[in-house]
């Protein structure tokens, strides 16, 4: 798991207060078993306290199986699209955060951190297969797995392929449909990375979105690694198409820095959305 | 703890699917201290999630100590009847589910895995003393030990003797007043179980209960291990007495088979209950 | 973290018995890391369950960093006072409870053992420096730190200044401003502890509270090791000047003793508190 902390400022955010300390702590406990035939049994819980929350719960459980590259999970599994490289790549500081790409995806299923929101028999099946630097994943959640789903509402599939060249080059596409389970509700994602040098990378990510208030958006983003070693710059140029109440303008764009303190980093960023709001934000995290 | 996960088919269960995915994940949180007279104290903490759960909190404490054969349990205690290794024993398949026996089983109050149901005030005291093979329980559970009980509520005493002969013949009693704290319903339970063979047992268990819903219960059953040593069948017949509305038969039954992994298991089975509604599962368990 | 477990009887507890069985499990996850700079990052979950709780749900998270002597917390932090060493010090047996002071303390923060108690926006700031047997600590929180706060509640302020003499004598004083977010809930403890042999300690303890109903509180204590080098006797005389509703003398005292097992201990003590009521327990604790 991780912890972060740190100090954001959100522009008009609509409360008293637009500088918050905002803070995660995140713990998974995990466990394992081998067979005899080299397969690994495992399964996973989660305490994920977020700023904001009053206590903490665990989540719902996921279990896995996983041998000779195919791991197969069951319950509260992560599905095809969150589980993409590249989909949250344009993020930046401690936070991970990108108010102009992953900030406006359209809703889909994903690990649940904390609960099901009520979905109390949703249920999840996943697989991916791992061959050499090629990775595909599908998903199914259904929201409720003992009853008829309500009018408006499906069932979520997804599928997800993945794929290095020569350490160089990332490819990520994803397609979900009824993301969330909303009827018609589908998503393609593509992204690449390539590293042009060994301490840049530059990308490109799009989304497709059948979500009026969402869109389809395009971002390109980039990271730089200073001579240090430790000190790494990003930045992002998103553009969305929709035109919903209270959007001035079709572009957000961001610049991070994070500076590597082994073992931890310290963050900061500041970026603009799609209304014209800025929000800053300098923290840290550690891994643990 | 341990991950399952199978697909259960349910005859008529009243829901729009018949057939779900059931999975479960627990974990024990365990923390123990020795001291210098060689007594063990110890606490546990459980982290249970079912299928059908929203998210996962953790259960009531249990803190015990040890030594010389003899624990004293005080908190969310391990009943006697509950600790019997036999009135499980009928039970089938990754799910170790048994709707001919332990499906009918009256109420008593048992270790709680999630929470106390809202009797914030429950306490509970046992004792178990281990010589050589013979071991002795008693446990006594009261739903409230700040007020006076509601008309109809009474303390729950159990008490429960085990007794293995010659690593051959295994024999459990358990008596139980009170069971849940409902007044008068008191339960008594006797079972045996023979190893007729190094690869084969053969059992018998008997309920009787002043719960007019549960009624007696006589079953027989067996189990059978093949010369690969890793398949095993399991099959029970049940007998139960009462006659309350729906009950259609008084005979259930199940088969079963396990195949174990070395590590984990796969599981099958197919019952058929009182009333008549046939239930099939196939899944799989790993222990970690 | 620690279990503990005994019997308690409180005269006129208003309960319909006075005498309860009363447990408490704590368990301590704690994850952290180090950086190449020598700093360690560190994170807590608590699970506690105290009697009367129908469950157990991880409390808020706390993070923190380390080095040099010097310790920053964001979060759920250890406040000021809630950090005094000698605060509690009055407290017997196996429960440390002090009814005569510690359980007349004017209301502030502390370490949230279980939730915020719905102040979900909650954020609070601590550092604390440790040179030699010097210790400063300063801690702020507010109750929210979204919204404006509501009239009657500002943000607690806290300062505590311990140090050990010749490993002799022990001060601590500690101030807090708006205690638990109350305005104009000001306190002040001083405290002093003195081994007057290696196995006997005398101490002072003041606190002055601007709350009426808690007053200001003065306390004599001490404690005497026996020559068996495990059983410990201690005592306090408490006086406090306030005259609430029922309140039938300015004194309480009470009389303790434990008896170190080695690794747990056992303890038993008697109080009588400012309603002239008596307070009995007896159990035992375990740390791990």
Redesign the interface.
């Known amino acids: 798991?991780y912890?972060?902390?740190g100090v954001v400022y959100q522009e008009n955010s609509g409360?008293?207060?637009d500088t918050?300390?905002v803070?995660?702590?995140r713990?998974n406990?995990d466990?394992?078993?081998?067979?005899?035939?080299g397969?690994e049994?495992?399964?996973r819980?989660r305490?994920q306290?977020d700023?904001?929350?009053?206590?903490?719960?665990?989540?719902?459980?996921?279990?896995y199986?996983t041998g000779s590259g195919l791991t197969v999970e069951?319950?509260n599994v992560n599905t095809a699209i969150d589980s993409s490289s590249l989909i949250y790549a344009t993020e930046l500081s401690y936070m991970d955060n990108s108010v102009g790409f992953s900030g406006v995806l359209p809703a889909f299923y994903a690990y649940a951190a904390?609960?099901?929101?009520?979905?109390?028999?949703r249920?999840g099946?996943a697989a991916e297969y791992v061959f050499d630097t090629l990775t595909v994943r599908g998903s199914y959640i259904t929201a409720d797995?003992?009853?008829?789903l309500p009018v408006g509402t499906e069932e979520e599939f997804g599928l997800l392929a993945e794929y290095v060249w020569n350490d160089r080059l990332e490819l990520s596409g994803a397609a979900t449909w009824n993301g969330e389970g909303i009827e018609d509700n589908d998503i393609f994602f593509i992204g690449a990375r390539y590293a042009v040098m060994d301490n840049a990378r530059i990308g490109l990510n799009y989304v497709s979105s059948e979500d009026w208030m969402k869109g389809d958006t395009i971002a390109i983003y980039g990271d730089y690694t200073l001579a240090d070693g430790r000190t790494n710059i990003e930045a992002y140029v998103a553009n969305n198409d929709q035109d919903y109440f209270g959007k001035e303008t079709d572009n957000a764009f961001g610049v991070g820095v994070n500076y590597d303190?082994?073992?931890?980093r310290l963050g900061g960023s500041i970026q603009r959305d799609y209304d014209e709001n800025v929000r800053a934000d300098m923290g840290?995290r550690?891994?643990?």
């Open positions: 798991g912890g972060r902390t409360n008293d207060n918050t300390v803070s995660r702590l713990m406990i466990a394992s078993t081998s067979t005899d035939q397969l049994f495992g399964a819980f305490l306290w700023q904001g929350d009053d206590n903490t719960d665990s989540n719902p459980g996921l279990l199986v069951v319950g904390k609960d099901y929101g009520g979905d109390n028999n249920m099946v797995q003992v009853n008829d303190l082994g073992g931890a840290l550690f891994d643990f």
